[in-house]
C-alpha cells in the first residue's frame, strides 16, 4: 500500500470548515483514498473514500487532486465533537491476503471553542 | 444490530498469564481482524480472516492465537502475557475486502 503523510496537529475553530490535507505520492492506480478518525479511546470510526472523484457524503467531503498524488478532508461546519485523530490511508478496495488497514500517525484536528 | 463487539473492556494480567480476548460482529461479515494500539501509536494488524476456518498472520502475529469456527466469533489469545502486550486491542469487521471496516470499542489490557 502507498505511503500517506500527514501533519501531525491542526486547529480549527468550532463552526469553520476543517480541512486536512494528505500527501500519497506514491499512489497506484487502483488503489483508493480513505479516511478514518479515532476520537479518544474509541475505535476507528469509517469517515468517507474515493479513487479519483470528489465525494460528499453526510460527515465530510474528499478532494483528491487530478494527479491523485494529495487529497484533502473538509469536514464543512467543524464541532467539537469532530476533535479527533484522522488517520488517511491508501490501499486497493480489496485487499486481496491481507485486508487490515494500515494506519500511521495521523493527524489531531481539535476544534477550538 | 450491535455492530462489533468486544469483551472484557478492560483487563489486567500478571506476566506469563494467558486469556482470550473476544469479538463478535452481527452483521454477516466475512472479514475479521486484530489490530493493537500502543500509546501515540497507530493501529497495527495482528491477525485477521477471510472467513470461518481460515485466519493468516498480521504485521504483529508474535504472542498470539486466533481461531475463526465460525462467522460471527472472532478471538484473540494471548497465551503467555508479557509487559510488551499492555495496549489498547481492536477488532474490526468488513464485508469481503473492503477498506470500509468496522471496529468495536476496545480491550484495554495491562500486563504488570
Known amino acids: 500500500d502507498a505511503k500517506t503523510t500527514q501533519p501531525p496537529s491542526m486547529d480549527c475553530a468550532e463552526g469553520r470548515a476543517a480541512n486536512l490535507p494528505c500527501n500519497h505520492s506514491t499512489i497506484s492506480g487502483n488503489e483508493y483514498v480513505y479516511w478514518y478518525r479515532q476520537i479518544h479511546s474509541q475505535g476507528p470510526q469509517y469517515i468517507i473514500h474515493?479513487?479519483?472523484n470528489n465525494e460528499t457524503n453526510e460527515m465530510a467531503s474528499l478532494i483528491i487532486t487530478e494527479d491523485r498524488k494529495s487529497s484533502t478532508l473538509i469536514l464543512p461546519h467543524a464541532t467539537l465533537r469532530d476533535t479527533a485523530v484522522y488517520y488517511c490511508i491508501v490501499r486497493p478496495y480489496s485487499g486481496g491476503g491481507a485486508d487490515g488497514l494500515t494506519f500511521g500517525k495521523g493527524t489531531h484536528l481539535i476544534i477550538q471553542p | 444490530n450491535a455492530g462489533v463487539t468486544q469483551t472484557p473492556k478492560f483487563q489486567v494480567l500478571k506476566t506469563g498469564q494467558s486469556m482470550t480476548l473476544q469479538c463478535a460482529q452481527d452483521?454477516?461479515?466475512?472479514?475479521m481482524s486484530w489490530y493493537r494500539q500502543d500509546p501515540g501509536m497507530g493501529l497495527r494488524l495482528i491477525h485477521y480472516s477471510v472467513g470461518a476456518g481460515i485466519t493468516d498472520q498480521g504485521e504483529v502475529p508474535n504472542g498470539y492465537n486466533v481461531s475463526r469456527s465460525t462467522t460471527e466469533d472472532f478471538p484473540l489469545r494471548l497465551l503467555s502475557a508479557a509487559p510488551s502486550q499492555t495496549s489498547v486491542y481492536f477488532c474490526?469487521?468488513?464485508?469481503?475486502?473492503?477498506?470500509?471496516?468496522?471496529f468495536g470499542p476496545g480491550t484495554r489490557l495491562t500486563v504488570t
Open positions: 452483521m454477516n461479515h466475512e472479514y
Open positions: 474515493g479513487l479519483k
Open positions: 474490526a469487521s468488513t464485508i469481503k475486502g473492503a477498506g470500509e471496516q468496522y
